[in-house]
């Protein structure tokens, strides 16, 4: 006769039975109460051993309820498991064995849940147990199209400008200059093809991320470590900082992306402490307006921003934030804050000065480019995995449920493109190890 467990039974409420509503009936209509129990109890432990939770889990199917409500010895049976587990983990699985192939599906619904809006864990088993045997992985072929070659050709002489403005820069100035490439589109198209120029000329070079999706004007992220922060107070170098976008709305304003407004926002922090909360020692000159500041301040990123720099700012001079682009307009856009007036970069100064820069030539500030260049839009390459995506497909292997990528990658194209746009500087500026090669 059936058997009836209190609802509170601590087995069952800390573990799910899979999704199968009669798992628990299976339990309680083959065993008496107390096997039932002892098997449940023990189930979870094994459970929580395998891990629930993460992606080598086990979500108890009906094939795998079946297996573990069999008039066997319960250790037996779950060691059955563990030894099936283990011959996947080998690279020894036979998708034609159905309890090895269950013990997969926890991976498959953490795969399709983090691709997808969630479903029905039964329409996800559906899929999970049609999914085919894949081929031996392999690399695709990848060519750049006419276009994109011609835009990668493109950000290699808007790259050239901002190595001649940063040359410039370093030249007129004793004090250490860095920069900043954007991770990803000021780091992949701006810095890293010149970044040899770069270091040739003295300036040091690194990569940090600032993101401008679902920036918005009062954004202040946390957007360099402890270590480098302590850096800049205590050496306070000419930081510029270089990122694309899009055109502006105004086409005689100076386009400046949202990721280099949220820069803007986090200097603001850092001056506020270097001034102890004196906000006329550098409100002026924070390429921002003034009046936005006060709403800024009040924001609670922008407070968090100040307690976290608190503990690694001391009082001292504040940075002048400038910004440089190929057209110096009197005005600079700063993705959805008003346009405020230029803070244009200075020369021949040592103060210390944080350099917005856009290299990004737009139509009336690419005469120097030719002429089949201008016909690509600036910006093209931007969000590149919208140009080029790799296709995943799922289905089982050697290992149990595996992956593999289906046409060109991401990667391919950024790689094809930087090389272009590598080469492409090499033609119209001498490398350093031609110029070495020329010396001797």
């Known amino acids: 006769m059936p058997i009836n467990l209190p609802e509170d039974f601590p087995a069952i409420n800390n573990h799910q039975l899979g999704f199968d509503d009669n798992a628990l009936a299976d ?11 002892r098997r449940l109890d023990r189930l979870k432990q094994w459970l929580q051993h395998a891990n629930l939770l993460n992606h080598y889990g086990v979500i108890l199917t009906p094939v795998l309820i079946e297996h573990l409500t069999q008039a066997s010895d319960f250790e037996a049976l779950l060691g059955e498991l563990d030894q099936r587990a283990t ?54 072929e990848f060519h750049l199209s006419d276009e994109q070659i011609q835009a990668a050709k493109r950000v290699a002489h808007e790259a050239v400008g901002f190595l001649d403005f940063a040359r410039q820069f370093k030249a ?24 040899p120029f770069l270091v040739e000329a003295g300036i040091e ?7 401008s ?162 016909k690509v839009h600036p910006y093209f390459l931007n969000d590149p995995e919208k140009r080029v995506a790799e296709r995943i497909v799922y289905g089982f292997g050697s290992y149990g449920f595996e992956s593999r990528v289906d046409g060109p990658t991401t990667a391919q194209y950024i790689a094809a493109a930087q090389q272009i746009a590598k080469e492409e500087v090499e033609g119209l500026l001498p490398s350093p190890a031609r110029a070495d090669r020329a010396d001797a």
């Open 205 to 211: 070079v690194r990569y940090d991320r600032v993101p």
């Open 213 to 374: 999706l679902l920036a918005h004007r009062l954004s202040t992220p946390a957007i360099f470590p402890a270590r480098f922060v302590r850096r800049i107070n205590a050496q306070m170098p000419h930081i510029i900082i270089a990122d694309g976008a899009s055109g502006a709305k105004n086409p005689a304003a100076m386009k400046m992306a949202k990721a280099l407004r949220s820069c803007a926002n986090w200097f603001a922090a850092f001056n506020d402490v270097r001034a102890r909360g004196d906000r006329s020692k550098y409100a002026d000159e924070s390429s921002i307006p003034a009046d936005f500041i006060d709403e800024l301040m009040k924001w609670h990123e922008f407070v968090a921003r100040r307690v976290e720099l608190s503990g690694w700012v001391t009082p001292g001079s504040t940075y002048r934030v400038t910004t440089w682009s190929n057209d110096m307009f009197p005005v600079a856009e700063f993705g959805d804050i008003p346009p405020a007036p230029v803070q244009h970069v200075v020369f021949g100064d040592d103060r210390p000065q944080v350099v917005l820069a856009n290299p990004t030539m737009y139509p009336g500030s690419d005469g120097d480019l030719p002429d089949q260049l201008r």
């Open 172 to 195: 007129s100035t004793a004090r250490p200059v860095i920069v900043i490439g954007n991770d990803r589109y000021g780091r992949l198209w701006f810095v890293e093809p010149i970044e």
């Open 87 to 140: 011959h996947t983990r080998a690279g020894h699985f036979d998708a034609g064995d159905p309890i090895q192939r269950d013990l997969e599906f926890r991976r498959f619904a953490m795969e399709s849940t983090n691709e997808r809006m969630p479903i029905a864990t039964t329409q996800m088993y559906s899929e999970f147990i049609a999914l085919p045997q894949l081929p031996p992985p392999r690399l695709h």
């Open 27 to 37: 339990f309680r209509d083959k065993f008496g109460e107390e096997e039932v129990v």
